[in-house]
C-alpha cells in the first residue's frame, strides 16, 4: 500500500535534512579562508582554480591540461580514487560548491521540467572528448577544450576578474563568447530543473560515479522492507529514480530517499547499526 | 561471497592504488622543464685596449734612459690577465620539476608543450596569476 510508506529515523535521514549546511560549511573551506592557496595539489569538487578564492587545484583543469603536455596526472588521479572509492558521489551532493548552487536555485519556486532518462550518460563524452581528447590532441587553444567553456570557471574566475579590472579601470579580461554562452544557459536552466549540469556535464560526477559501484559507503536497497509505497522515487530529483540499485550512476547521494527505510547507507567496513540508527515503522 | 570480495577487497584494493599514485606523484614523479633563467658570467671586456707586450711595464715610472745593464736573465711574467665585465644573458635551464610544481604551474598557464615534445615554462621571475583560458 503507497499510503503504508516505512519512515526512517536513520543517520542518513537525519543527516539529509541538514544537507544544505553541510554543503554552505564545505563552501566556506573551499573558499580559501585562510588564503592558504593550495594549489600544488587537486581538491576533489568541481572549483575552478582561477577563481580568486579558490583553496584547490581543479582537478578537471589539471587533468586537461595535463593532456595538453602529455604528463600523466598521478596526483589528481590519486586524489579522484582515494575520494571516490570512499564515498563516490557523495562528493556531488554535500561537498560540491557548483552543486549547492543549483541545488539553491532549485529553491526559487519555478516551474522544473525532468531531464531524460539517458541524460547521464552525456557527461562521459564531456570527459572522454572534452577533458581527455581535446587537449591531448589539439592543446588548450582550442575552442572545445573544458576550460574554455567551463561556467565554473566563467562564473567563479571570469567574472569576479572582469569586474575588479573593471572597478580598478584596467583592460578587461574578457572571457571568451562561448564561454559566456554557456554560463548565461547555465543560469538560466539551473531554475528550470534540478541539477542540470550534474546530470549532462559535469565531468568530475561522471568519475565519481563510476566508483559507486564499489564505494566504501553506498546506498543499500532491502527489497524486505519496501512495500512499494514509491516513497524513493518520489523524494529523489536527480533522474537517479529512487537508487534502488547502489550504483546507479545519476545518484548524487543527497541521500533524500534514505527517508524511506528501505533504503540505508551502508558499508561493509563500519557496523550496520551504527549507520541505519533506529527505524520505525510510520504509517502516514 | 562475490559480494564480499566485491565490498571489502576490491575497495580496499583501489584505495591502496588512489595512495600510491598520491605518494609517487607527489614524492617520485618528475618532468624536465625547460626555463629562461638570467645567468650571470664574466668574460673579458672588448673596450679595454689591447695587452701591448712591448708597452710601458710601469706606467708613472721615470721615462727609459739608456740601455739595462746586464744581469742575470729574468723569469718569464706572462701577460696580465685582461680586465673582465659581468654579463647577463637569459639562457635555456632544464630543470626536473615536481609534480606539486607542475600542477600549480598549469593553474596558472605557466607551462606548454614545445614543438620539439619539450616542456617549457612560459614566464621568468614572478608568476603570471592568471589562467589564460
Same mark, same amino acid.
Given at each position: 500500500?503507497?499510503?503504508?510508506a516505512?519512515?526512517?529515523?536513520?543517520?542518513?535521514?537525519?543527516?539529509?535534512?541538514?544537507?544544505?549546511?553541510?554543503?554552505?560549511?564545505?563552501?566556506? @573551506?573551499?573558499?580559501?579562508? $585562510?588564503?592558504?592557496?593550495?594549489?600544488? +595539489?587537486?581538491? *576533489?569538487? =568541481?572549483? !575552478?582554480h582561477? #577563481? %580568486?578564492?579558490?583553496?584547490?587545484?581543479?582537478?578537471?583543469g589539471?587533468?586537461?591540461?595535463?593532456?595538453?603536455?602529455?604528463?600523466?596526472?598521478?596526483?589528481?588521479?590519486?586524489?579522484?580514487?582515494?575520494?571516490?572509492?570512499?564515498?563516490g558521489?557523495?562528493?556531488?551532493?554535500?561537498?560540491?560548491?557548483?552543486?549547492?548552487?543549483?541545488?539553491?536555485?532549485?529553491?526559487?519556486?519555478?516551474?522544473?521540467?525532468?531531464?531524460p532518462?539517458w541524460?547521464?550518460?552525456?557527461?562521459?563524452?564531456?570527459? @572522454?572528448?572534452?577533458v581527455? $581528447?581535446?587537449p591531448f590532441l589539439?592543446? +588548450?587553444?582550442h *575552442?572545445? =577544450?573544458f !576550460?574554455?567553456? #567551463? %561556467?565554473?570557471g566563467?562564473?567563479?574566475?571570469?567574472?569576479?576578474?572582469?569586474?575588479?579590472?573593471?572597478?580598478?579601470?584596467?583592460?578587461?579580461?574578457?572571457?571568451?563568447?562561448a564561454?559566456?554562452?554557456v554560463?548565461?544557459?547555465?543560469?538560466?536552466?539551473?531554475?528550470?530543473?534540478w541539477?542540470?549540469w550534474?546530470?549532462?556535464?559535469?565531468p568530475?560526477g561522471?568519475?565519481?560515479?563510476?566508483?559507486?559501484?564499489?564505494?566504501?559507503?553506498?546506498?543499500?536497497?532491502?527489497?524486505?522492507r519496501?512495500?512499494?509505497?514509491n516513497?524513493?522515487?518520489?523524494?529523489?530529483?536527480?533522474?537517479?529514480?529512487?537508487?534502488?540499485r547502489?550504483?546507479?550512476?545519476?545518484?548524487i547521494?543527497?541521500?533524500?530517499?534514505?527517508?524511506?527505510?528501505a533504503?540505508?547507507?551502508?558499508?561493509?567496513?563500519?557496523?550496520?547499526?551504527?549507520?541505519?540508527?533506529?527505524?520505525?515503522?510510520?504509517?502516514? | 561471497?562475490?559480494?564480499?570480495?566485491?565490498?571489502?577487497?576490491l575497495?580496499?584494493?583501489?584505495?591502496?592504488?588512489?595512495?600510491?599514485?598520491?605518494?609517487?606523484?607527489?614524492?617520485?614523479?618528475?618532468?624536465?622543464?625547460i626555463e629562461?633563467?638570467?645567468?650571470?658570467f664574466?668574460?673579458?671586456?672588448?673596450?679595454?685596449?689591447p695587452?701591448?707586450?712591448?708597452?710601458?711595464?710601469?706606467?708613472?715610472?721615470?721615462?727609459?734612459?739608456?740601455?739595462?745593464?746586464?744581469?742575470?736573465?729574468?723569469e718569464?711574467?706572462?701577460?696580465?690577465?685582461?680586465?673582465?665585465?659581468p654579463?647577463?644573458?637569459?639562457?635555456?635551464?632544464?630543470?626536473?620539476?615536481?609534480?606539486?610544481?607542475?600542477?600549480?604551474?598549469?593553474?596558472?598557464?605557466?607551462?606548454?608543450?614545445?614543438?620539439?615534445?619539450?616542456?617549457?615554462?612560459?614566464?621568468?621571475?614572478?608568476?603570471?596569476?592568471?589562467?589564460?583560458?
Amino acid at each position: 500500500m503507497a499510503s503504508m510508506a516505512r519512515k526512517s529515523k536513520s543517520l542518513a535521514a537525519r543527516l539529509s535534512r541538514y544537507r544544505a549546511w553541510f554543503q554552505a560549511t564545505f563552501l566556506a @573551506v573551499w573558499l580559501d579562508p $585562510l588564503l592558504l592557496r593550495l594549489h600544488h +595539489v587537486c581538491g *576533489p569538487v =568541481f572549483h !575552478c582554480h582561477s #577563481c %580568486p578564492l579558490a583553496l584547490f587545484a581543479c582537478p578537471i583543469g589539471v587533468m586537461g591540461q595535463f593532456g595538453a603536455l602529455s604528463i600523466f596526472p598521478f596526483i589528481t588521479f590519486g586524489t579522484l580514487v582515494v575520494v571516490g572509492v570512499a564515498v563516490g558521489t557523495f562528493i556531488c551532493g554535500w561537498v560540491c560548491p557548483f552543486g549547492f548552487l543549483q541545488d539553491l536555485a532549485a529553491r526559487v519556486p519555478t516551474p522544473k521540467f525532468e531531464l531524460p532518462a539517458w541524460a547521464g550518460y552525456t557527461r562521459y563524452g564531456v570527459l @572522454v572528448g572534452m577533458v581527455l $581528447l581535446v587537449p591531448f590532441l589539439f592543446g +588548450v587553444e582550442h *575552442p572545445l =577544450f573544458f !576550460c574554455s567553456v #567551463c %561556467p565554473a570557471g566563467a562564473l567563479e574566475a571570469s567574472v569576479p576578474h572582469v569586474v575588479s579590472a573593471g572597478w580598478a579601470g584596467e583592460s578587461i579580461p574578457w572571457p571568451s563568447a562561448a564561454k559566456l554562452v554557456v554560463l548565461a544557459a547555465f543560469l538560466g536552466l539551473i531554475f528550470f530543473t534540478w541539477r542540470p549540469w550534474c546530470t549532462l556535464f559535469c565531468p568530475l560526477g561522471a568519475i565519481y560515479a563510476l566508483f559507486n559501484k564499489v564505494s566504501v559507503f553506498f546506498l543499500k536497497f532491502h527489497p524486505d522492507r519496501c512495500n512499494d509505497c514509491n516513497l524513493c522515487r518520489t523524494m529523489c530529483r536527480y533522474t537517479a529514480k529512487g537508487q534502488r540499485r547502489a550504483d546507479e550512476l545519476r545518484c548524487i547521494r543527497c541521500l533524500e530517499c534514505t527517508r524511506c527505510q528501505a533504503l540505508t547507507v551502508a558499508s561493509d567496513f563500519v557496523p550496520s547499526a551504527s549507520l541505519e540508527g533506529e527505524a520505525q515503522h510510520a504509517g502516514s | 561471497m562475490w559480494q564480499t570480495i566485491r565490498r571489502l577487497i576490491l575497495p580496499t584494493a583501489i584505495l591502496l592504488l588512489g595512495v600510491g599514485m598520491w605518494v609517487y606523484g607527489a614524492r617520485q614523479h618528475t618532468q624536465p622543464v625547460i626555463e629562461e633563467q638570467e645567468m650571470t658570467f664574466l668574460e673579458p671586456d672588448p673596450n679595454a685596449p689591447p695587452f701591448d707586450p712591448f708597452g710601458d711595464p710601469f706606467p708613472g715610472a721615470p721615462p727609459f734612459d739608456g740601455p739595462p745593464e746586464f744581469g742575470p736573465p729574468g723569469e718569464f711574467v706572462p701577460p696580465p690577465p685582461p680586465p673582465m665585465i659581468p654579463v647577463t644573458v637569459l639562457a635555456d635551464v632544464v630543470e626536473r620539476n615536481a609534480e606539486p610544481l607542475l600542477i600549480r604551474d598549469v593553474t596558472i598557464g605557466g607551462l606548454v608543450l614545445s614543438d620539439s615534445g619539450e616542456l617549457r615554462r612560459t614566464y621568468t621571475g614572478e608568476p603570471p596569476s592568471l589562467c589564460p583560458t
